[in-house]
């Protein structure tokens, strides 16, 4: 069964403050991808980024920063010098590597940037 | 342009009601999907639909019916609306199917049903 855990359930921290968020995935596939959505409080859900279970390069862009590391099942996200804007909801996703592309969300970390 | 479209944002019903959510995609994407986000931000996909194809049926309950006229749109109507459908449906497509493809969502239809 594939399974998602985003243990922090909230994260407050003040502007200027990195913060990460962690993911930790659980399934038996080989081939899987993995994916973290944003949700501002608007509510919309904005893709972030993608990573395949083949490619373990840790990415980076701008603020933002992906660690996937398959020994300890998890891909986490940084957040450097966090900004208000940043407050949302954020959403870890696995998908297997079957071709139905269904979804398999963990239930999300609300962070909270304060001024 | 907006790439995924829902309509309408804000639906409020009474229980017993039957309604319909809209989603159109301009991305020009074979695969458009269907998710509930609950009361507890709990995401899970619904329906997912291939070219007109039901290709993902969750156990959902039948009053939910997802029809695709084409590849662009996937409605949902669900009959008999109950309190407990009062949720957030996020719609969303990908190029084809296949996990490899990034799935990009529309900004949700929030459901209250009274």
């Known amino acids: 069964a594939q399974k998602v855990t985003q243990a922090q359930t909230e994260i407050s921290v003040v502007e200027k403050e990195d913060v990460t968020l962690d993911c930790v995935y659980e399934t038996r596939d080989t081939t899987y991808y993995l994916f973290w959505y944003k949700q501002p409080p608007s509510g919309e859900l904005v893709f972030l980024i993608r990573r395949n279970s083949f490619d373990e390069q840790n990415e980076i862009s701008g603020r933002y920063s992906w660690n996937f590391q398959k020994s300890t099942s998890s891909f986490n996200f940084t957040i450097t010098a966090s900004q208000v804007v940043d407050s949302a909801v954020y959403f870890c996703a696995l998908a297997r590597g079957s071709t139905l592309g269904r979804l398999y969300f963990g239930r999300g970390t609300q962070l909270t940037v304060w001024p | 342009d907006t790439a995924v479209s829902q309509t309408p944002k804000y639906l409020v019903t009474q229980m017993g009601n039957d309604k319909s959510i809209k989603c159109e995609q301009n991305l020009g994407h074979d695969t458009m999907y269907w998710y509930k986000q609950d009361s507890k931000k709990f995401l899970k996909i619904m329906f997912s639909y291939n070219n007109k194809e039901l290709i993902i049926n969750e156990t959902v309950p039948n009053r939910f019916s997802p029809k695709s006229p084409d590849k662009a749109h996937l409605n949902l109507h669900i009959n008999s609306l109950e309190l407990g459908d009062s949720a957030v449906y996020f719609c969303?497509?990908?190029?084809?199917?296949?996990?490899?493809?990034?799935?990009?969502f529309g900004p949700g239809t929030r459901l209250l049903v009274l």
């Open positions: 969303a497509s990908s190029r084809r199917r296949g996990t490899q493809e990034t799935q990009y």
